[in-house]
């Protein structure tokens, strides 16, 4: 059996409409100068040679990122046509739950403030965890993979709504191993 002939078009030097000094898409500086791979060196491995590859391209990956892949569900929560804050409503939602949990610690402005704002701050977590799992788009409240960021808001948010239910004093959830751990481990 004979392999077909793949015949190459040779392109004339005037006919290519690429000016000096403009990049195809994808193409580096070096690539677009004429001086091969971006970092200076020529190709030496197996693959310098192959035919497969696109002439004045290479296959290395670029030294430079281009770009970000957006997390899973990070595209707007609102339509495009809708002001940018109710686009991103549930960042806003955990952002203002959290800003009033501060508020009411920072401000004291009763007896157990403390208590309630940090139970407040971790409600705010817990409900970023719901909002993300329920939400197809959550705005830039996405920041990792959908199940990093439900774990991570989530575990954050119910170990300060613990702490904050178990703090010294009156504490309004007593866990009876955990002052057998503390009154063993402190002296």
């Not at 004339?12 to 791979?37: L, Q, R």
């Not at 970023?128 to 575990?155: C, E, K, N, Q």
């Amino acid at each position: 059996m004979s392999e077909p002939v793949v015949a190459e078009a040779v392109v004339a030097p005037e006919a290519d409409e690429k000016t000096v000094g403009e990049k195809k898409a994808g193409e580096t500086k070096a690539d677009a100068d004429g001086g091969g791979p971006a970092d200076g060196h020529a190709d030496t491995g197996d693959d310098a040679g192959d035919a497969h590859a696109a002439p004045g391209t290479s296959r290395r990956f670029p030294t430079v990122t281009q770009d970000t892949a957006r997390p899973e569900g990070g595209g707007r929560a609102a339509p495009g046509d809708a002001p940018a804050p109710a686009r991103q409503w549930p960042l806003l939602t955990v952002l203002g739950a959290t800003g009033l949990g501060l508020l009411i610690v920072g401000l004291a402005p009763f007896e157990q403030s403390f208590r309630v704002g940090t139970i407040l701050i971790g409600v705010a977590l817990i409900t970023g965890a719901i909002l993300r799992r329920i939400m197809p788009s959550v705005g830039m409240l996405a920041v990792r993979s959908r199940f990093t960021d439900m774990v991570t808001y989530g575990l954050l948010g119910v170990a300060i709504v613990m702490l904050s239910l178990m703090t010294q004093p009156d504490p309004w959830l007593e866990i009876p191993f955990l002052e057998d751990v503390v009154h063993s481990t402190v002296p």
